[in-house]
């Protein structure tokens, strides 16, 4: 079993920036692709990035290209997400997740295992 849980999601008007956690604890997690998605009120869960266990390859949703980064540090157990530039439509409770089976990138949310509980980001117009 791997736990997650992310941290760092708060308010900030648009064109700020945030820099979300998510800390992996239980097995450990750094041979796990790793992902971020995001839902916004009345919206499906959508993907927002994703990196290999290694930290080398990442991919990322057309709409946050550019703007938001990922990347994760192995010896601390974490992931980050790295936002800059925020719009309004950015919006939404952010989760991050683990994908036991992978250790490549992945988009889909049925090939996850585990999730945080998320964390709520809101980006003021």
């Known amino acids: 079993q791997v736990q997650l849980v992310e941290s760092g999601g708060g308010l900030v008007q648009a064109g700020g920036s945030l820099r979300l956690s998510c800390a992996a604890s239980g097995r450990t997690a750094s041979n796990y692709a790793m992902g971020w998605f995001r839902q916004a009120p009345g919206k499906e869960r959508e993907f927002v990035a994703s990196i290999s266990g290694s930290g080398v390859s990442t991919y990322y949703a057309d709409s946050v290209k550019g703007r938001l980064t990922i990347s994760r540090d192995n010896a601390k157990n974490t992931m980050y997400l790295q936002m800059n530039s925020l719009k309004p439509e950015d919006t939404a409770v952010y989760y991050c997740?683990?994908?036991?089976?992978?250790?490549?990138?992945?988009?889909?949310?049925?090939?996850?295992?585990?999730w945080g509980q998320g964390t709520q980001v809101t980006v003021s117009s």
């Open positions: 997740a683990a994908a036991q089976r992978w250790s490549y990138y992945r988009v889909k949310r049925s090939e996850y295992d585990y």
